[in-house]
């Protein structure tokens, strides 16, 4: 383990306690003459302004602290020193969104002190969750040069019960942060072992050595900037570089802790341990949900803070007394969701093997429920339930209901040539292969052949695909418990752009969930919404139309003969009797380029999961994806 920092010791004052008595007088006669003669004083003060003048001086004082004009209002005081130390201390202590002071009566005068006056004033303070917080307190004001009267000095003015040496303080005591939990009941995301990395300029003997173990964590970490910022801080100022999971610095902590200057604390807070892109993280300063599950169900998990205004010792920072303190906090509560852990890992290692950016997506076909939602990179974009992308041919699920829904058998003949012409624009298979014009349904959907279905477009209206694509809950909104894309399937435009979406092109998009979901929706025969957390959907979306069953029967047939004798044989021999539908994805990259997106969606017919996969830049369904999804279902 390396060096340890140095500790800074806060601003100082020494401690004392001011006591304070009263003075009873006895006797009727006394008291009668006391009376008349504070009487007469008050009389003369009205008579030449004294008390407007304290009044208006106190007026000053309050209206420049609650501006947070601190310096201003330090100088309206006999001890301007004393008066901005304690003040400056008092709004970096409390954090007032608002700060609100006023003259409450009359100046009085004060007994036993010559010309001095009482001002009384009413502070409110807005402190966040914990609301106002107002309280009654005076100004004792002294006539100072040029007829300004000045407040007498002491912490009392801040509070009454404000003494020498103190201060006031808004504590706040988080609960721990509640977990969320996988369906089994283990943690995704709870509370972790952390290791904060730091450099101590005044220990760093070798710079060199310690920017090399920075750049061997392989973390992003810019090393040059660093450098810059080394060199800019107080040799004793610790310089903060990375926050390591255990498992990554116990991989390293032998380096790191040989070099000079390399400084590690050891520290818990809230992580993901699965499901990364899923389940969010947080936001370093606050602490608050920054994404992902984590942010959306922030004030659920965080819970209510316990927070209190204290007097505390300036010295050592103890509080001494409590003036004003919130009902009691409570913890936060855990986020419950779908995901079986089994399958998310098993889903996890098979993107980490391959080392891609690519998602895949798990659903319970008989419930809806997401047993994984995985993406690579783990810290990514969560493209699983989020990414909007072309299907390509897997959207031929959808493409062959419509047909099949209209009256088409598998047997029927579509035709697949090598190429197929729409208004000037050719369509041709992948690798330019074609089967012949007695190319069956079955046949095209096993081989995916998309000159097959582009030629048969006359025997779609523009906004088939758009109707077929409700049984499979596309392009509806959905409830699921997290953000989602839950796809779009446009009405054509025209007979080209009709042409692009029969083979999940064009304007047709969608989530990796959402391909799942349609692999669901035959396995099973009903569109049931995908459900990540349960308890936070009301209603679930209802398709408003459902496929019949001899079309239901027709594509599990055509899917799992993709599987033997098609385009998916990467599943054959996949336990489980997998059904498949492969597809290959064409887009532009950011630098024009020409790409493709792999994919593979199924359904095992030995049991209760269906899947989609997805590889980003690269490949096609059979060849890329296939390998990938097989690695995934093997693995369960």
Same mark, same amino acid.
């Given at each position: 383990?390396?060096? !340890?920092?140095?500790?800074?010791? &806060?601003?100082?004052?020494?401690?004392?306690?001011?006591?304070?008595?009263?003075?009873?007088?006895?006797?009727?006669?006394?008291?009668?003459?006391? %009376? /008349?003669?504070?009487?007469?004083?008050?009389?003369?003060?009205?008579?030449?302004?004294?008390?407007?003048?304290?009044?208006?001086?106190?007026?000053?004082?309050?209206?420049?602290? %609650?501006?947070?004009?601190?310096?201003? #209002?330090?100088?309206?005081?006999?001890?301007?020193?004393?008066?901005?130390?304690?003040?400056?201390?008092?709004? $970096?202590?409390?954090?007032?969104?608002?700060?609100?002071?006023?003259? #409450?009566?009359?100046?009085?005068?004060?007994?036993?002190?010559?010309?001095?006056?009482?001002?009384?004033?009413?502070?409110?303070?807005?402190?966040?969750?914990?609301?106002?917080?107002?309280?009654?307190?005076?100004?004792?004001?002294?006539?100072?040069?040029?007829?300004?009267?000045?407040?007498?000095?002491?912490?009392?003015?801040?509070?009454?019960?404000?003494?020498?040496?103190?201060?006031?303080?808004?504590?706040?005591?988080?609960?721990?942060?509640?977990?969320?939990?996988?369906?089994?009941?283990?943690?995704?995301?709870?509370?972790?072992?952390?290791?904060?990395?730091?450099?101590?300029?005044?220990?760093?003997?070798?710079?060199? #050595?310690?920017?090399?173990?920075?750049?061997?964590?392989?973390?992003?970490?810019?090393?040059?900037?660093?450098?810059?910022?080394?060199?800019?801080?107080?040799?004793?100022?610790?310089?903060?570089?990375?926050?390591?999971?255990?498992?990554?610095?116990?991989?390293?902590?032998?380096?790191?802790?040989?070099? &000079?200057?390399?400084?590690?604390?050891?520290?818990?807070?809230?992580?993901?341990?699965?499901?990364?892109?899923?389940?969010?993280?947080?936001?370093?300063?606050?602490?608050?949900?920054?994404?992902?599950?984590?942010?959306?169900?922030?004030?659920?998990?965080?819970?209510?803070?316990?927070?209190?205004?204290?007097?505390?010792?300036?010295?050592?920072?103890?509080?001494?007394?409590?003036?004003?303190?919130?009902?009691?906090?409570?913890?936060? !509560?855990?986020?419950?969701?779908?995901?079986?852990?089994?399958?998310?890992?098993?889903?996890?290692?098979?993107?980490?093997?391959?080392?891609?950016?690519?998602?895949?997506?798990?659903?319970?076909?008989?419930?809806?429920?997401?047993?994984?939602?995985?993406?690579?990179?783990?810290?990514?974009?969560?493209?699983?339930?989020?990414?909007?992308?072309?299907?390509?041919?897997?959207?031929?699920?959808?493409?062959?209901?419509?047909?099949?829904?209209?009256? /088409?058998?598998?047997?029927?003949?579509?035709?697949?040539?090598?190429?197929?012409?729409?208004?000037?624009?050719?369509?041709?298979?992948?690798?330019?292969?074609?089967?012949?014009?007695?190319?069956?349904?079955?046949?095209?959907?096993? $081989?995916?052949?998309?000159?097959?279905?582009?030629?048969?477009?006359?025997?779609?209206?523009?906004?088939?695909?758009?109707?077929?694509?409700?049984?499979?809950?596309?392009?509806?909104?959905?409830?699921?418990?997290?953000?989602?894309?839950?796809?779009?399937?446009?009405?054509?435009?025209?007979?080209?752009?009709?042409?692009?979406?029969?083979?999940?092109?064009?304007?047709?998009?969608?989530?990796?969930?959402?391909?799942?979901?349609?692999?669901?929706?035959?396995?099973?025969?009903?569109?049931?919404?995908?459900?990540?957390?349960?308890?936070?959907?009301?209603?679930?979306?209802?398709?408003?139309?459902?496929?019949?069953?001899?079309?239901?029967?027709?594509?599990?047939?055509?899917?799992?003969?993709?599987?033997?004798?098609?385009?998916?044989?990467?599943?054959?021999?996949? &336990?489980?009797?997998?059904?498949?539908?492969?597809?290959?994805?064409?887009?532009?990259?950011?630098?024009?380029?020409? !790409?493709?997106?792999?994919?593979?969606?199924?359904?095992?017919?030995?049991?209760?999961? %269906?899947?989609?996969?997805?590889?980003?830049?690269?490949?096609?369904?059979?060849?890329?994806?296939?390998?990938?999804? #097989?690695?995934?279902?093997? %693995?369960?």
């Amino acid at each position: 383990m390396g060096n !340890s920092a140095p500790g800074w010791d &806060p601003q100082r004052q020494p401690a004392s306690w001011r006591s304070h008595r009263s003075v009873v007088i006895g006797g009727a006669v006394l008291v009668t003459v006391l %009376a /008349v003669v504070a009487v007469l004083v008050l009389r003369g003060v009205d008579g030449d302004g004294r008390s407007d003048q304290a009044r208006d001086g106190a007026d000053a004082f309050l209206r420049a602290w %609650a501006d947070g004009d601190l310096a201003r #209002a330090a100088s309206l005081t006999d001890d301007p020193e004393g008066a901005r130390s304690l003040l400056d201390s008092v709004a $970096e202590n409390m954090g007032s969104e608002e700060t609100v002071l006023e003259v #409450a009566g009359e100046a009085e005068a004060v007994e036993d002190a010559d010309e001095a006056m009482r001002v009384p004033f009413t502070a409110t303070f807005t402190l966040g969750e914990l609301g106002d917080w107002s309280y009654d307190s005076a100004a004792v004001m002294v006539p100072g040069e040029e007829d300004r009267w000045l407040v007498r000095w002491e912490p009392a003015v801040v509070h009454p019960r404000l003494g020498e040496g103190q201060t006031l303080v808004l504590t706040t005591e988080e609960p721990e942060r509640a977990p969320i939990l996988a369906a089994d009941g283990s943690q995704l995301a709870g509370p972790s072992t952390v290791w904060d990395i730091s450099i101590w300029p005044a220990m760093l003997s070798d710079p060199t #050595a310690a920017y090399e173990a920075i750049d061997a964590l392989d973390v992003g970490v810019d090393t040059e900037a660093l450098a810059d910022r080394v060199a800019a801080a107080e040799p004793d100022q610790a310089v903060p570089v990375v926050t390591l999971r255990d498992a990554d610095y116990q991989e390293h902590a032998g380096e790191l802790g040989a070099v &000079p200057g390399i400084q590690v604390q050891e520290d818990t807070r809230p992580l993901a341990h699965a499901a990364r892109s899923l389940v969010g993280g947080l936001d370093p300063e606050s602490g608050a949900g920054s994404s992902g599950l984590q942010q959306r169900y922030d004030e659920q998990l965080a819970g209510t803070p316990a927070s209190a205004v204290v007097i505390a010792d300036r010295e050592s920072g103890e509080a001494v007394d409590t003036l004003y303190e919130q009902e009691g906090g409570e913890a936060g !509560s855990p986020v419950e969701t779908t995901i079986d852990p089994e399958v998310q890992a098993a889903a996890e290692e098979a993107l980490d093997d391959l080392g891609r950016a690519g998602s895949i997506v798990a659903i319970r076909p008989s419930s809806g429920e997401v047993l994984a939602a995985a993406d690579w990179p783990l810290d990514g974009f969560n493209r699983s339930l989020q990414g909007q992308l072309a299907p390509g041919s897997t959207f031929k699920v959808v493409t062959a209901a419509a047909l099949l829904e209209a009256g /088409v058998t598998p047997d029927d003949r579509l035709g697949c040539p090598r190429e197929v012409t729409v208004n000037g624009q050719a369509f041709e298979n992948q690798n330019e292969f074609e089967l012949g014009p007695e190319t069956t349904l079955r046949e095209a959907f096993t $081989e995916s052949c998309n000159t097959a279905f582009i030629g048969n477009r006359d025997r779609f209206e523009d906004d088939t695909l758009n109707r077929t694509a409700r049984a499979f809950g596309i392009g509806e909104e959905w409830s699921v418990g997290a953000v989602t894309f839950d796809g779009s399937v446009p009405v054509a435009d025209d007979e080209n752009a009709l042409a692009a979406s029969l083979i999940g092109q064009g304007q047709v998009q969608a989530s990796p969930l959402v391909m799942a979901s349609v692999a669901a929706t035959v396995a099973d025969g009903t569109f049931r919404q995908p459900l990540l957390v349960p308890a936070a959907v009301e209603e679930p979306y209802q398709a408003d139309t459902e496929l019949s069953e001899s079309t239901v029967a027709a594509l599990r047939t055509m899917m799992r003969a993709t599987v033997t004798e098609g385009s998916a044989s990467a599943l054959d021999g996949v &336990p489980g009797e997998p059904h498949g539908k492969t597809g290959t994805a064409e887009y532009r990259a950011e630098d024009g380029e020409l !790409s493709t997106n792999a994919w593979m969606i199924g359904f095992l017919g030995e049991g209760d999961l %269906a899947f989609a996969v997805v590889l980003e830049d690269g490949g096609s369904g059979g060849r890329d994806a296939g390998p990938l999804a #097989a690695a995934f279902l093997t %693995a369960l």
